[in-house]
């Protein structure tokens, strides 16, 4: 009898809720973005060529306009995907590295204490003043700007990284100490999974820095890519070509932004329902 009452206790009862329960917080808050949007822009074409000269500011229409003739003639497709391409690897390459050595160097509390000076001295070298030693180095094609980008990203990796490594419960490593675990299993079953926290914060900052450093390169030096265009537009005061551009890199950022919140989501699955975000 008390193991059926048990059983019975135990029992638990979904709870049937309608499709707007479940997403209708998710599509008011996107509405509202996209009404926000909209009426900012409708204010900026209103009021810009009454209130502001359009030479500085342009207009929606001017921008729109503007994108769609390098759609036609094909130079925003080939410039956007050498700078996704210098984005993307740099990025990669960045965080991986900074990831790799934030877990490693963290868990060697006494390495880390000597070389911490030495990488916050690097990390608050501003990163525009690298780009002419690396052109240096590296010439001014691909491989700077990739590079480039990848020292941007790599401190904030590292350092948000090497955070988690060092806040991780030290009684958790007792325990599984106590349970005859290894340092294997303390890594991997322990310091990493904590850590994980820190290292998705330092991917998700690192998104834009990712893409300033390439457009940095770009601006510096080169021939192709969207800082080109930037200089190019600015160059012959086409504000238009100029607001479109950041326009694609807005873009650019906030889809890199998504797939770094969807890899946080599949990181995450281990983590309790109250703990995720």
């Known amino acids: 009898m008390s193991s059926a009452l048990s059983n019975t206790a135990a029992e638990t009862v979904p709870i049937e809720r309608g499709w707007w329960e479940r997403r ?9 973005r996209l009404a926000l949007v909209v009426v900012l822009l409708a204010v900026w074409e209103w009021s810009a060529e009454r209130w502001f000269d359009i030479t500085f500011t342009s207009k929606p229409s001017a921008i729109g306009a503007r994108l769609l003739e390098w759609h036609q003639d094909g130079v925003l497709w080939a410039n956007t ?10 990025f990669v390459l960045g965080s991986a590295a900074g990831a790799l050595a934030g877990f490693l160097l963290a868990s060697a509390p006494r390495v880390y204490r000597v070389l911490d000076p030495f990488v916050m001295a690097l990390y608050s070298i501003p990163k525009v003043a690298l780009a002419p030693l690396f052109i240096v180095w590296f010439g001014i094609g691909t491989n700077m700007k990739v590079l480039l980008a990848a020292a941007t ?6 350092l948000n990284t090497a955070a988690g490594v060092r806040e991780v419960d030290r009684g958790l490593i007792d325990a599984v100490r106590l349970m005859g675990g290894t340092k294997r299993d303390i890594a991997t079953k322990v310091i990493l999974p904590s850590s994980m926290t820190g290292m998705l914060t330092g991917l998700k ?4 820095y ?3 450093g390439a457009v940095i390169g770009e601006l510096v030096a080169s021939n192709r890519g969207l800082g080109y265009l930037i200089n190019d537009a600015a160059a012959n ?8 551009t950041l326009v694609v890199l807005s873009v650019i950022a906030a ?8 890899f946080d989501r599949w990181v995450g699955r281990w983590k309790p329902l109250e703990a995720r975000t």
């Open 255 to 262: 889809l890199l932004n998504l797939v770094v919140g969807l």
């Open 210 to 212: 990712a893409l300033i």
């Open 153 to 158: 990203v790599f401190f904030l990796v590292f």
């Open 24 to 32: 209708g917080g998710t599509v008011t808050v996107a509405l509202t």
């Open 81 to 90: 995907w050498v700078t996704l391409e210098e984005i993307v690897l740099g």
């Open 237 to 244: 005061f086409d504000t238009a070509g100029v607001f479109a």
């Open 205 to 208: 900052v690192a998104v834009p």
